[in-house]
């Protein structure tokens, strides 16, 4: 699996949108952009993950550039609770035997009031 | 629907003892991944069963076993525990490749 940077942690203001950005320079074509978050002391929770296109649900956005490269998701409305370590993971999505996600160090986003 | 389930929550036991940690998947799910937490090395992955079988494995030691069952349940165990084994232990189950993976809310095993 390509390996990716983040910030070690950012701030963001409660109601302003948080952006998280990640450095994949290496990803290979089949590989996608994982995005999990970690509340202390809890499992890490899935939130979005895409290919090429950028993806939207309930929960954020994940815009990924055209080279692919790099990708920035999107927390449109951060709120206390969304205060967490975000890991941003890139892995192949399709057989063989890459099951596993290769968790970095992640982003600390604090959400201030 | 109900998430993922691991028992016990909390652990203490004692250099040289073995431990059994127990996973409930998601309902439907069939490939079960353990995950082991420490400050130091943060998430590593352990391996994953699929359908009974052992898929993947992580780079632990042989000290570091599990099992699925025919329900899809899932149980890892440590023999011989040393203090670095104290961490957060970590399941994960998907439906299929690639998919999401669902956490539970994990294990605490503190060795003394």
């Known amino acids: 699996d390509a390996k990716t940077t983040q910030p070690t942690s950012m701030d963001c203001a409660e109601g302003r949108a948080a952006n998280l950005p990640c450095n994949h320079s290496t990803i290979s074509g089949n590989e996608y952009v994982y995005w999990y978050r970690q509340i202390h002391s809890q499992g890490p929770q899935y939130i979005i993950h895409g290919l090429k296109n950028n993806e939207t649900n309930e929960m954020a956005s994940l815009i990924i550039t055209e080279d692919r490269k790099s990708s920035t998701l999107i927390l449109p409305h951060a709120t206390l609770r969304d205060t967490a370590v975000y890991y941003c993971i890139v892995r192949v999505n399709s057989g063989g035997s890459n099951y596993k996600l290769t968790f970095g160090k992640g982003t600390l986003l604090t959400v201030n009031p | 629907k109900a998430g993922v389930t691991q028992t016990p929550r909390y652990l203490i036991k004692t250099r040289g003892q073995q431990v059994t940690l127990s996973c409930s998947p998601i309902?439907?799910?069939?490939?079960v991944s353990w995950y082991q937490q420490t400050p130091g090395q943060g998430l590593q992955f352990l391996f994953e069963?699929?359908?009974?079988?052992?898929?993947n494995k992580g780079n632990f030691p042989g000290r570091f076993s599990g099992r699925q069952f025919s329900n899809s349940r899932s149980e890892m165990n440590v023999s011989t525990l040393e203090l670095g084994d104290s961490a957060l232990y970590l399941c994960a189950s998907s439906l299929d490749w690639g998919l999401e993976q669902f956490f539970g809310p994990g294990t605490r095993l503190t060795v003394l």
């Open positions: 309902s439907g799910h069939r490939s």
């Open positions: 069963y699929f359908s009974e079988t052992q898929r």
